[in-house]
């Protein structure tokens, strides 16, 4: 290791690289078992409420345990950066940048979740006339379409693709990770980017059905190479 690296800060990337995904895909499992997440955004926003519903307090705080899981990104990408011995300073900070920006739009994608969608939850319940549940309907269809799919997905898979892009790079210029690692995240990056124009352009209305069938394959993946990167970052 680089004597101008400290292995206190990367024994801390190293162990965050294997908990974040770990917390990720175990938040996401969860919501997926109690909340048929994310198959129940195609359905009636009436059922989508009623449901969100009877998930109670409980599930309200299992949504924003997964924002914040986005949020330790945002360290994540501070510390790698500090970890690769090697790397140019430049394109550390630019990875570093890149990674934050994809924290904070994952971020404001989910956290509605927690603060806006209970209480339209409680107000369809109380809803007594047809023109209030339209209402209810077009906020929450339109913050899906804005803070969800716009946000959380298209810039969040983009700048999360453009993170992992660059810190393939970096580790390609470090010297105390293996390089076939940095390659790995060269193609998870690309294939992130390709899983961001899901609802872009001609595919907007329903969704490029190409990227949606990748896109779970492709966090699988990814978070494989966060922990396979993690433990290089350790040992």
Known sequence: MS????????????????????????????????????????????????????????????WWGFAMTAVFLTPLS???????????????????LTGIVASLVQFLGLIRWAFLVPYLARESEAAETDARTQAIDLVFQSFNRYLGVAVGEHLGFLFTGGWSALVGVSILQSTNVPGWLG????????????????????FEPKGWRVAAVATPLVYIVWSLWLVATGIALLL
Do not use: H, M
């Open 3 to 62: 004597p101008s690296i400290d292995p206190g800060l990367t024994t801390v990337a190293g162990i965050l690289l294997i908990a974040v995904p770990v917390a990720f895909n175990a938040a996401f499992a969860a919501l997926a078992a109690t909340f048929d997440y994310p198959d129940i955004l195609r359905r009636p926003t009436a059922e989508i409420l009623a449901k969100f519903r009877q998930g109670g307090s409980r599930l309200v705080l299992l």
């Open 78 to 96: 501070v510390l790698v950066a500090a970890s690769l011995a090697g790397v140019d300073l430049w394109l550390a900070l630019a990875a570093a």
């Open 183 to 202: 390659v790995v995240g060269i193609v998870i990056g690309a294939a992130l980017t390709l899983c961001s124009l899901e609802f872009v352009g001609p």
